[in-house]
């Protein structure tokens, strides 16, 4: 998925849950927000690696490029088709979050709005891949 699409879908998610619990406060709503986008962060690392390049919009076109080849694939080579190394796309990240928690409950913020970009992502590769 493409970052606006996390970010509105993220907004709108927080949104929801800001709504429904009194407990999501403005904070906590933007924490959901952010961190619903921010985790893509781990694809400019990888594109700064592959590519010794800090530019942003380069890692943005790069990426767009690699995903429209990609979709352009039959279904069946999408499979091997190899990304990237998202070392924050994992179960792991997911775990650390819920040993945050013991520390600060905005960890509990951050770690819903992973969870619900890791499920965008899932629906997105069962949809498109």
């Known amino acids: 998925m493409y970052p606006t699409q996390h970010l509105f879908a993220g907004a709108l998610f927080a949104l929801v849950l800001w709504l429904l619990f009194p407990n999501v406060d403005y904070l906590g709503f933007l924490i959901i927000v952010a961190s619903s986008l921010l985790i893509d962060a781990d694809h400019y690392f990888w594109y700064v690696y592959k590519k010794r390049d800090l530019n942003l919009k380069n890692a943005y076109n790069w ?25 924050l796309h994992g179960i792991e990240i997911l775990v650390i979050l819920l040993i945050g928690i013991f520390l600060s409950h905005y960890f509990l913020f951050v770690f819903v709005g992973v969870a619900f970009h890791l499920l965008l992502d899932i629906i997105d590769q069962v949809v498109y891949v």
């Not at 690699?66 to 998202?86: A, I």
Request: with cysteine; proline share 4%; net charge positive.
């Open 63 to 87: 990426f767009v490029k690699n995903l429209k080849k990609s979709y352009s694939l039959p279904r069946k080579q999408r499979n091997g088709f190899y990304g990237c190394f998202c070392f």
